[in-house]
């Protein structure tokens, strides 16, 4: 596989070989769990008369799994089914060694539901968390996200990101007639919305930082360019269009700037254009390859990948040019270097003697740490809150997305049910 001329931004163009079908909605596949996750259970929440769409127990439970922080017991372990703190027996729930418990009730409400639940710590025999949550048919997956951001916080002391999105390429049929799209869903692979549909390729979806749009590189005039996309209107604007390469856009913090690569000049470099003005600053000035900037949660400084040393690996410099200074030299490849929300660790891919795997490296100590436990990882793309990486890997034929917890002890994969899907990209916290 020819790693490095993915990382100059034209990584689905190898896809052209591979079969694929549109997906919808994604299915998750735990492939690891975390041997120390934080036994809870959560009680299936009925009500009389009422049927809603969403087992809302169900996926609340499984964003926690999907954590690596918690193991939530299966239902059948399920030693009673409370409804409110007056039933529970805290004995039977020790018995069974949970150490939280979540219960909670659903009724009607007008057209929509209430949902009332309550989180306990069994050990202390006290109520944490309580509230009554209202919603309709169509919200209650986003009411339940909601429920499980508001547990794992009160328990780990972490903003949850239950309820951020995702983005992602797909890619439809046998060369030379392959669809590409663009897709946004939960975190969790439901809710899918297309974006973007083309027959050539799409690449490098980029949050921005409020949420409310994408940027990517689409194929679509007969050579690379950047668009910018809004979410909830369609509309969009092209950045880009100059000869050769334009790839891997990644906003600043504060979404007045947009880093990238282009090769207008000749070699692939690192520039910075002003989004409002779209004026460009030229930030490296090398013989080598550099691309797929990223940038400090602070905004000081970029990240990017070279191979000014002859192999690609990981620089930093300052967010205006200069100061350029190596990061990564464990190995002789490492890339696509994201920056985790604490600005602490850094998340790549590395090669290993078994392949390509997710890694982090902590910034203090210089210390890499694998991740993964898959062999052809690409793409990372690192959760708002820290706790997760996505990412594509290959799964048998298929390409999927697969995401393994910051500190790679649980993972699990988002398959597609036919189909090929790369370049995830994590959206932002979105309220």
């Known amino acids: 596989m020819k790693r490095w001329m993915a990382l100059t931004g034209f990584m689905l163009l190898m896809m052209t070989s591979l079969m694929a079908r549109a997906s919808g909605d994604l299915t998750i596949e735990i492939t690891r769990s975390n041997d120390d ?3 809870i259970a959560v009680v299936p929440m009925r009500g009389e008369g009422v049927s ?10 499984r964003d926690l799994e999907r954590s690596g922080m918690f193991a939530p017991l299966s239902r059948g372990d399920l030693i009673s089914l409370p409804a409110s703190g007056d039933d529970i027996v805290y004995a039977d729930w020790r018995r069974v060694r949970a150490n939280y418990l979540v219960v909670g009730r659903v009724e009607a409400s007008g057209n929509g539901y209430r ?12 109520r944490l968390l309580g ?3 209202t919603s309709s048919d169509e919200q209650l997956r986003s009411r339940a996200h909601y429920i499980a951001d508001r547990i794992f916080e009160e328990i780990t002391g972490i903003r949850g990101a239950f309820q951020t999105r995702i983005a992602y390429v797909t890619a439809n049929g046998i060369d030379p007639n392959i669809r590409y799209a663009l897709y946004i869903a939960d975190q969790d692979g439901h809710n899918t919305r297309q974006i973007l549909t083309s027959d050539q390729p799409i690449l490098s979806p980029a949050w921005s930082p409020d949420g409310q749009k994408l940027a990517y590189v689409s194929f679509e005039s007969g050579r690379p360019a950047i668009y ?3 979410l909830s209107s369609g509309r969009r604007v092209q950045l880009t269009s100059f000869q050769g ?3 891997a856009p990644a906003w600043s913090p504060d979404g007045r700037k947009m880093a990238m690569s282009l090769s207008k000049d000749g070699n692939p470099e690192i520039y910075v ?21 990223d940038w400090s949660p602070d905004g000081s400084t970029i990240l990017f990948t070279s191979d000014r040393s002859g192999q690609p690996q990981l620089y930093t410099m300052n967010a205006s040019g200069g100061n350029v200074s190596r990061l990564t030299f464990t190995g002789n490849y490492n890339a696509g270097g994201h920056y985790g929300p604490d600005g602490k660790m850094v998340f790549l891919v590395t090669r290993t003697d078994r392949g390509y795997q997710v890694a982090k ?6 210390r890499l740490t694998v991740l993964t436990e898959t062999s052809q990882d690409e793409a990372p793309a690192v959760a708002p809150n820290g706790t997760m990486v996505i990412y594509a890997t290959q799964q048998g034929a298929r390409g999927v997305l697969g995401a393994v917890s910051a500190d790679g002890r649980a993972s699990f994969v988002l398959p597609s049910p036919d189909g090929q899907v790369r370049e995830p990209s994590w959206s932002p916290f979105l309220n």
Do not use: C, K, W
Not at 52 to 59: A, F, G, L, N
């Open 37 to 39: 996750a934080i036994p």
């Open 228 to 230: 910018v996309q809004q």
């Open 245 to 247: 390469i334009n790839g």
């Open 115 to 126: 949902i009332s639940y309550e989180l306990y710590d069994i050990a202390g025999q006290r």
């Open 273 to 293: 254009m002003d989004v409002a003005t779209r004026s460009l600053t030229r930030l490296t000035n090398s013989s080598a390859i550099d691309t797929e900037p």
């Open 131 to 133: 509230e009554i949550v």
């Open 361 to 366: 490296q902590n910034l203090d100590s210089g």
């Open 52 to 61: 809603p769409s969403t087992d809302i127990s169900e996926v609340v439970a």
